[in-house]
């Protein structure tokens, strides 16, 4: 044994032969390589007892997927100009992960999903067309995985591969995840060359399976697939979970939100960008979470025209501050690409009355989809009435209203203000601007 293989770099678990596509250990169990990028990009190889396609030749069927899954595939319309607040979805009394999604948001190369689903799956799915990443809003379990058994609960993201075999088994109590399907690549750690690497979070918080549990049964094992808007279920003679190793680096995880150390800024307002985790082709998601408010900068968003994208918010825990109390927990708002939002008008009273908070004890999930986004026939199903109205107290509120002397105020604070500077700043630089 060389001592040194320990540093390969590459994961490997159980039985595996010296190499992929080598050894004479091929001779004894089945090798299956789940590869991207037509097997030149992230691959990893698994062994079974049985070959991976032996299915009983009489029994695969397409499904009806009006019936199977009656919402994944709601058609979508142009999200046009009008802001959305979504409202939560109903628990799915016998409805499972999968048959109880809901497509909200949706652009060409990735959608937004909600599901609440009330029963465990009694059969496998693999998801041909797309990467999944489910953010758990409530609820805990086990994501059972042809690499092993992934546990998790409330505020974690799973990340499960295209293609990989899996199923979920529900602990106790309610359920409700947003689930994202990118379909062509997967998401990336988002990371900038100013911050570095371990901001606003590490690989190292990425928790692979740790144990590979393999399964030596005969049945009936059925494996529901998904590409595009067809369902397909086929039917093995053994367990799926047949696996004795793998090794690579195509792999499900976990990663949890209270790993996400946000960046802060004193001074300023740190951007949206600024809270990115994860970058997907035609998307990022960001998590805004528990934070230090801003001391001598904006700590409300700033109103914003986002032109390139439409912006999709989860609010996830908290009392959602500068969206006036709009926002419970569960509920998703839906900014189309440039039309203006910004604080609530109650949100930016506070600011302009300086009752800063110290903290911001909320999370959200933010997944942005560039432009041409499309929003579901099922998501203006639950869109609330009158979201639009929601920042009325910006014509409503004198305080906001037209005055004929407005610029003269404006010019006169303008004024009064025009040498203050931060009290966080460089000593030695108490002099008045350009003399120094
Ligand atoms: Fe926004």
Redo the contacts with the bound molecule.
């Keep these: 044994m060389d001592k040194f293989e320990y540093f390969s770099g590459i994961p490997e678990v159980g039985i595996v032969p010296r190499a992929p596509h080598a050894g004479p250990l091929l001779r004894h169990v089945y090798e299956q390589e789940l590869g991207r990028g037509g097997f030149a990009g992230k691959v990893t190889h698994t062994y079974h007892l049985y070959p991976p396609n032996n299915w009983l030749p009489d029994e695969t069927k397409t499904l009806e997927g009006a019936a199977w899954a009656p919402h994944w595939d709601s058609p979508l319309r142009d999200v046009g100009g009008t802001h959305h607040a979504l409202g939560t979805i109903e628990p799915a009394v016998t409805g499972d992960v999968y048959r109880g999604m809901a497509r909200l948001i949706a652009n060409p190369t990735v959608a937004m999903n909600v599901t609440a689903p009330g029963a465990s799956m009694d059969y496998f799915f693999e998801h041909h067309g797309a990467t999944l990443v489910f953010f758990i809003h409530q609820g805990s379990g086990t994501l059972e995985t042809l690499l092993g058994p992934i546990a998790y609960r409330r505020g974690d993201f799973l990340i499960v591969p295209k293609g990989l075999t899996h199923r979920f088994e529900l602990g106790a109590g309610p359920h409700y995840y947003w689930v994202y399907e990118s379909f062509t690549g997967d998401p990336e750690k988002a990371e900038a060359v100013t911050t570095g690497q371990f901001l606003t979070h590490s690989r190292s918080d990425y928790k692979f399976p740790r144990s590979l549990e393999t399964r030596n049964e005969a049945g009936r094992f059925e494996i529901v697939s998904k590409v595009s808007g067809s369902y397909t279920r086929r039917v093995h003679p053994t367990h799926p979970f047949d696996v004795v190793g793998w090794r690579g680096t195509y792999l499900p995880y976990r990663f949890a939100v209270e790993d996400v150390r946000p960046v802060v800024a004193d001074r300023s307002h740190v951007p949206?960008s600024g809270h990115t985790v994860f970058i997907l082709p035609g998307c990022y998601i960001c998590v805004f979470t528990v934070r230090s408010a801003e001391k001598e900068g904006l700590w409300v968003?700033f109103f914003?025209k986002?032109l390139d994208y439409c912006?999709t918010?989860g609010y996830h825990s908290g009392q959602f501050f500068s969206r006036g109390g709009v926002f419970t927990e569960g509920m998703v708002s839906v900014?189309p690409v440039g039309l203006p939002?910004?604080p609530h008008p109650t949100a930016l009273k506070a600011l302009l009355d300086g009752k800063r908070p110290e903290r911001f004890e909320e999370v959200g999930i933010?997944a942005d989809f560039a432009n041409p986004a499309q929003i579901s026939d099922f998501a203006l199903g639950i869109s609330r009435p009158d979201y639009m109205k929601t920042w009325s107290g910006y014509v409503s509120d004198p305080r906001f209203q037209h005055s004929p002397t407005r610029l003269g105020e404006v010019q006169a604070a303008a004024e009064s203000v025009a040498d203050v500077r931060d009290v966080l700043r460089p000593k030695g630089s108490e002099g008045e601007a350009g003399s120094l």
Aim: charged share 10%; net charge negative.
């Design positions: 949206p968003p914003h986002n912006e918010l900014h939002h910004g933010m």
